[in-house]
């Protein structure tokens, strides 16, 4: 059975960095494309960051270019997104998803499995 656990959300002021984490089981991250969505109530979920299985290969949506960053511990089998420079239009739901392509899909229907996602809140 595969499980994508998230954590590390927490309420943090503007300017304030966090790093969360997305732990697998039943899944080899190193041969998953994993990602990081996030979404506020009322509202589609939004790409943040993905990392390809294959070389590494990341991208972002311009929002969180050059101050967030996706990485992965194979040994670990754990995601992380380190995140700098918060703002309160950060504040959100992230989730983590995985999915077996080599594309990095900015889009939900691609990924097969989801964690249940970490709150991430950030006051002005």
């Known amino acids: 059975q595969v499980q994508l656990v998230e954590s590390g959300g927490e309420s943090v002021q503007a300017g304030d960095s966090l790093r969360l984490s997305c732990v697998a089981s039943g899944l080899i991250i190193r041969t998953y494309t994993m990602t990081w969505f996030r979404q506020i109530p009322g509202s589609e979920p939004e790409f943040v960051a993905g990392i390809s299985w294959k070389d590494a290969t990341t991208r972002y949506v311009d929002s969180v270019k050059g101050r967030f960053t996706i990485s992965r511990d194979n040994n670990e089998n754990t995601v992380y997104l380190q995140m700098d420079s918060l703002s309160p239009e950060d504040t959100a739901i992230y989730y983590c998803?995985?999915?077996?392509?080599?594309?990095?899909?900015?889009?939900?229907?691609?990924?097969?499995?989801w964690g249940q996602g970490t709150q991430v809140t950030v006051s002005s």
């Open positions: 998803a995985a999915d077996s392509s080599l594309v990095i899909y900015t889009t939900t229907p691609e990924y097969d499995y």
